[in-house]
């Protein structure tokens, strides 16, 4: 068995374990634990949400009230005014004052009864979105539980796989692995080929008589490689 028997060999344990890695990635697992995840994710947000409308609320509430108040201070000097205007006009006046300051206090007053109720509607919608949060959480925690249980398996299936990628690894030049290592991600990963017939299996492409020739005369220390795809190629 040659070096590049056994680099092929490392080709199909590393391409084993790809495999396996994209199934990891996509098992119903995870995707019901990114699920569950993304669920907690989005009630914590709502709670949020929820959070800076009801704080926004109170502080236009605040404002309100202050209004109120100086509205209430403005009105009290006029009444006291009031008491001692002599002249009927002038009377009139400051009642017409104190009457409109009256209505633009009741105004105020709807408005803040209506961010009150706006305010208490938020609260009880925050009631709902913390034990939507709870019950989101306590389905996340379930999820990952049952996924490190899959996850487990997975490790348990791969690692004959990855006992046995660590001891070819070990069988071969360094550099040989170094190299092999380099080129893989230009090639998806698959960066060896073995020739079945005149068939390159990386590009499925037909090498001819002629070139079968040039890539057994390649010196020891330089790589054969398909012709067409550039792939290492064993078997030649
Ligand atoms: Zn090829």
Same mark, same amino acid.
């Given at each position: 068995?040659?070096? !590049? ?6 080709? !199909? ?13 996509? /098992? ?6 990114? %699920?569950?995840?993304?669920?907690? #994710?989005?009630?914590? =947000? ?21 209004? #109120? ?15 001692? *205007? ?40 925050? *009631? ?9 959480? %306590? ?6 539980? *049952? ?11 791969? =690692?004959?796989? *990855? ?14 692995v170094k190299e092999y290592e380099s080129r893989r ?6 960066a060896?080929? @073995? ?12 090498? =001819?008589?002629?070139? /079968?020739?040039?890539? @057994?005369?390649?010196? =020891? #220390? ?10 290492? /190629?064993? #078997?030649?």
């Amino acid at each position: 068995m040659t070096d !590049l028997d056994r680099l092929h060999d490392l080709q !199909l344990a590393d391409s084993a374990l790809d495999q396996m890695a994209y199934r990891r990635a996509h /098992i119903e697992e995870r995707l019901a634990f990114n %699920a569950a995840r993304a669920a907690t #994710g989005a009630a914590r =947000s709502a709670l949020a949400a929820n959070v800076a409308r009801r704080d926004l609320l109170e502080q236009q509430y605040a404002t309100l009230e202050a209004a #109120g108040l100086q509205i209430d201070t403005k009105a009290g000097r006029l009444e006291g005014q009031m008491r001692n *205007v002599v002249v009927t006009r002038e009377a009139e006046a400051i009642q017409r004052e104190i009457a409109l300051l009256k209505s633009k206090r009741d105004e105020g007053d709807e408005t803040g009864l209506l961010l009150l109720d706006q305010s208490e509607a938020l609260s009880t919608e925050a *009631v709902v979105l913390a034990e939507r949060i709870a019950a989101a959480e %306590a389905a996340e925690a379930g999820a990952a539980a *049952v996924l490190a249980l899959a996850d487990a398996a997975l490790d348990a299936e791969a =690692s004959a796989t *990855v006992v046995r990628r660590a001891e070819l690894a070990a069988g071969l030049p360094a550099d040989l692995v170094k190299e092999y290592e380099s080129r893989r991600p230009a090639f998806k990963g698959v960066a060896v080929a @073995r020739l079945q017939g005149t068939r390159c299996t990386g590009c499925n492409l037909d090498v =001819s008589r002629l070139e /079968i020739e040039g890539l @057994r005369a390649v010196p =020891s #220390g330089e790589l054969p490689e398909c012709p067409s795809c550039a792939r290492i /190629i064993v #078997g030649a």
